[in-house]
């Protein structure tokens, strides 16, 4: 089943770091890029950071220079390492992976992960 996986969400106090991963399941062959959005209660969702197969980086001006995006392994791994969080940071943080080709089947324009919530409170 063609799926994105995310782990690492949680509580930190501010000015903490946090790691997010984002797994892509076996059945993915590649994945032209993967991001990270995120979506806080009453807003909508947001780019936070994204990374192409060949590394090219997109960054939101609220994340540039705190958070660093990376892909590893066979790059179906994206993770987001976050420093210097603040409050408002507090949201649900989604996997997004784009130009997605399965071993089989068609390939997908996009898929979403079902989320991991990061919570920035003292």
């Known amino acids: 089943q063609v799926q994105l996986v995310e782990s690492g969400g949680g509580l930190v106090q501010p000015g903490g770091s946090l790691t997010l991963s984002c797994v892509a399941s076996?059945?993915?062959?590649?994945?032209?890029?993967m991001g990270w959005y995120r979506q806080a209660p009453g807003s909508q969702r947001e780019l936070v950071a994204k990374?192409?197969?060949?590394?090219?980086?997109t960054y939101a001006d609220s994340a540039r220079g705190r958070f660093t995006i990376s892909r590893v392994g066979d790059k179906n791994t994206a993770n987001l390492h976050m420093d210097s969080l603040k409050p408002e940071d507090t949201a649900d943080y989604y996997c997004?992976?784009?130009?997605?080709?399965?071993?089989?089947?068609?390939?997908?324009?996009?898929?979403w992960g079902q989320g991991t919530r990061v919570t920035v409170a003292s």
């Open positions: 997004h992976g784009e130009g997605v080709h399965p071993a089989d089947g068609p390939s997908r324009g996009e898929v």
């Open positions: 076996k059945d993915i062959v590649s994945i032209y890029a």
């Open positions: 990374m192409t197969f060949v590394g090219d980086t």
